[in-house]
C-alpha cells in the first residue's frame, strides 16, 4: 500500500484545486444547465445531488484515479470476502455479512459464517416475538412494558439512533429507554419510571468489560433483585448481547438469555448483530430485516457499480476533496428529518473513531489530513441556532442535507415548509449573495448614503460553499438501512485512501488505563501527588470539597 499524497493524480488535483479556488460555483451551473443531471445519481431509492460542491469533470475524474491509485476495487472485495483487514487486531470485518441476503457462504478462517449469522436472527425473532406478544413474562408473571439497553459507543449509539429514527413503526406498546453514562443520574432517573416487573434489561456489550456498563448493569441487577424480593427473578428480566460468553456467565446471566455476535464486527458497526435486540424488539422482527435488507441493498450497489457512478464512493471522494485540498476541518450532517435526530451523534463515532488515525497501516506518520470532525443537529432547529457561521463564518464546512419527500405525518403543508428550507440552505450556501444584490436589496428597503454602505458588508454572502442532498421518498426501515450502510462505506472508502485501519480503536485505550489510578486516588483519603499539578489540582479540589459539604 502506497502513501496517497504521491499518486500523480493527488498533485494534479492540487493544482486543479488552485483553478478551482478561482471559480464561483453560481457561474458553473450558469454555464452547464445539465449540472445537476451531471453531477447526481440514484442508488437503492436515494437520490444524492451532488453538484452544489465545487467540482468539474477534472475535479471527479482525479479524484476517482486517486481511488484506482489505492486499489479500492481490491480492498472492496478483500473486506466482503472476510480477509482480516483490521491487521492491528487481526480480525476480518464482515458486517456486512449479518446482512448478507445472497444466500452466499461467507467464510473466516475457511468457516461460512452465515449458519451462526442466521441462528442468532432466528432466536432474536423468537424472543422479540414472545416479549411482543406477552409470552414472555415477567417474574411475577407480568407482561414486560419496558426495555432498558445498558451499553456505550456502539453498543449504545446504534440502538438509540435507530430505535428514535424507526419510532413510527413501534407499534407494541413497549417503551426503551437508554442507559450509556457511568453517570449514576441516568440509570437512575431510568429506574424511576419503569416498573420492576414488567421490565426488561439488556446488557449490551462486545467485550463484556467495559466498565460503565458493568457498573450500571450491577445496579440495575441490584435494584431489581431488591424490588423484587429475590436473584430468581434476574432470569426473566436480564438478557445480554456480548461475543464474551464467559463474562457473561461470569456475571450472572444465563447463555439461554445471552444473544451472540463475534470478534468479526466492529462496536461501531454493530447494529446488524444482536447489538439491535432494543430495535427488533421496538419495530419486530420483520421490520428488522427489512433495515437489514436496506444496507443489503446497498452493499450490492457498492460492490457492483463503478466507482465514478457508486454513491458511497462519490461521497468519500468528496470528502476528500474538502478534507485534503481545500482544509475544511469538520464535516456537517444536516438531516431535515426529526426522525434522525441522533443520526449525526452515530455518525460522530462511526467515522471519527474509524478515520481519527494518523499513522498508515506500515506504522509511519500519515503526510495528509485524515478524518475531519463530524457534527450536526437536525434542520430547520440548526438554522436557528450555527448556520450563521455555515453561511458568513471564515471557515469552510461541506456539508450533507438529508430530507424526505414524504413525512409519516402530513400535516397541512408542513413538510413542504421542511422541503423549502432544506432546498433554500444548500442554493444560499452555493449562490451566495454579492455585494451588488444585496446593496439592490438595501436601496429596495429605502436605504441610502453612508448607513447603506456602513450595513453593505455585513449583507454580503460569500456563497461558494459546499454542499450535497441525499433525497429519499420516506424514512423506512430499509431506507434507514441504505442510509447507515452508505456512510459506513463512505468511511471504508477514506480509509483506503489515506491507507489508515478504520476498524481499530487503540486511541479510546490511554485514558481508560489511567483512569483506573485516579479512581483509586479519589477513593483515598491521602492527599494525592503523583500526577502532574493539574491532575493533583483536580483531584484534591474535590476531596476539600466533598470534605466541606
Ligand atoms: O461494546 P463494548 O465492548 O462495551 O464497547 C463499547 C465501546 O467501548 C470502547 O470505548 C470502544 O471505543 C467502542 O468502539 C465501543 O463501541
Known amino acids: 500500500m502506497s502513501d496517497c499524497t504521491q499518486f500523480p493524480a493527488w498533485k494534479e488535483l492540487r493544482d486543479h484545486k488552485r483553478d478551482m479556488a478561482k471559480i464561483q460555483m453560481r457561474f458553473l451551473f450558469a454555464e452547464d444547465p445539465k449540472r445537476f443531471k451531471r453531477f447526481s445519481m440514484d442508488a437503492v431509492g436515494i437520490l444524492l445531488d451532488y453538484s452544489k460542491n465545487r467540482i468539474t469533470n477534472t475535479t471527479m475524474r482525479l479524484l476517482t484515479q486517486i481511488a484506482l491509485d489505492a486499489e479500492l476495487p481490491n480492498a472492496i472485495e478483500a473486506m466482503f470476502g472476510g480477509e482480516k483487514i483490521n491487521r492491528t487486531e487481526g480480525r476480518a470485518v464482515l458486517h456486512t455479512a449479518l446482512r448478507n441476503q445472497s444466500g452466499n457462504p461467507v467464510l473466516v478462517d475457511g468457516e461460512d459464517v452465515m449458519p451462526l449469522v442466521r441462528g442468532v436472527l432466528a432466536r432474536m425473532r423468537a424472543f422479540t416475538d414472545a416479549v411482543r406478544s406477552g409470552e414472555w413474562l415477567g417474574h411475577t408473571g407480568k407482561r414486560i412494558t419496558d426495555i432498558v439497553n445498558i451499553g456505550i459507543g456502539g453498543s449504545d449509539l446504534g440502538p438509540v439512533m435507530v430505535t428514535q429514527a424507526l419510532t413510527y413503526y413501534a407499534q407494541a406498546g413497549l417503551k426503551a429507554h437508554f442507559v450509556s453514562n457511568v453517570d449514576p443520574s441516568q440509570m437512575m432517573e431510568t429506574l424511576a419510571v419503569v416498573n420492576p416487573e414488567t421490565t426488561l434489561f439488556i446488557v449490551a456489550s462486545k467485550t463484556f468489560s467495559t466498565p460503565e456498563t458493568l457498573l450500571n448493569a450491577q445496579a440495575a441487577r441490584r435494584w431489581l433483585v431488591k424490588q423484587l424480593g429475590t436473584e430468581k427473578a434476574v432470569a426473566k428480566h436480564f438478557v445480554a448481547v456480548s461475543t464474551n460468553t464467559k463474562k457473561v456467565q461470569a456475571f ?35 421490520n428488522f430485516e427489512e433495515l437489514q435488507a436496506g444496507g443489503y441493498a446497498m452493499d450490492e450497489h457498492f460492490r457492483s457499480a463503478p466507482l465514478e457512478k457508486n454513491m458511497p464512493v462519490i461521497m468519500a471522494l468528496l470528502g476528500i476533496w474538502h478534507n485534503d485540498f481545500w482544509n475544511a476541518d ?163 472508502v477514506q480509509g ?31 492527599r494525592v501527588t503523583e500526577h502532574d499539578s493539574s491532575t493533583n489540582g483536580l483531584m484534591n479540589a474535590c476531596k476539600r470539597m466533598r470534605a466541606s459539604s
Not at 489508515?500 to 486516588?521: C, T
Request: charged share 20%.
Open 330 to 492: 469538520s464535516h456537517a450532517v444536516f438531516p431535515y428529518d426529526q426522525y434522525l435526530g441522533r443520526f449525526p451523534a452515530y455518525l460522530q463515532q462511526l467515522d471519527m473513531e474509524s478515520n481519527g488515525k494518523s499513522v498508515t497501516f506500515d506504522g509511519k506518520q500519515v503526510h495528509c489530513q485524515t478524518g475531519p470532525i463530524i457534527w450536526g443537529e437536525p434542520g430547520c432547529n440548526g438554522q436557528h441556532a450555527f448556520f450563521q457561521l455555515v453561511h458568513q463564518g471564515t471557515r469552510l464546512v461541506p456539508a450533507d442535507f438529508l430530507v424526505a419527500v414524504e413525512s409519516h405525518h402530513p400535516v397541512e403543508h408542513q413538510h413542504e415548509v421542511l422541503l423549502s428550507n432544506c432546498f433554500a440552505q444548500t442554493k444560499a450556501l452555493m449562490r451566495g449573495k454579492t455585494r451588488d444584490e444585496a446593496r439592490v436589496e438595501l436601496i429596495r428597503a429605502g436605504m441610502t448614503g453612508d448607513s447603506l454602505e456602513a450595513l453593505l458588508p455585513h449583507k454580503v454572502f460569500p456563497g461558494n460553499r459546499p454542499s450535497s442532498t441525499l433525497l429519499y421518498r420516506k424514512l423506512t426501515p430499509r431506507t434507514l438501512g441504505s442510509l447507515i450502510a452508505l456512510y459506513e462505506h463512505k468511511v471504508f
Open 496 to 526: 483506503v485512501i489515506w491507507n489508515i485501519n478504520s476498524f481499530d480503536q487503540w486511541g479510546v485505550e490511554l485514558g481508560k488505563q489511567l483512569a483506573g489510578a485516579i479512581e483509586s486516588g479519589l477513593l483515598s483519603d491521602e
Open 252 to 286: 450472572g446471566i444465563d447463555t439461554a438469555n445471552m444473544f451472540e455476535f463475534w470478534d468479526w464486527v466492529g462496536g461501531r458497526y454493530s447494529i446488524w448483530s444482536a447489538v439491535g435486540l432494543p430495535v427488533a424488539l421496538m419495530i419486530g422482527m420483520d
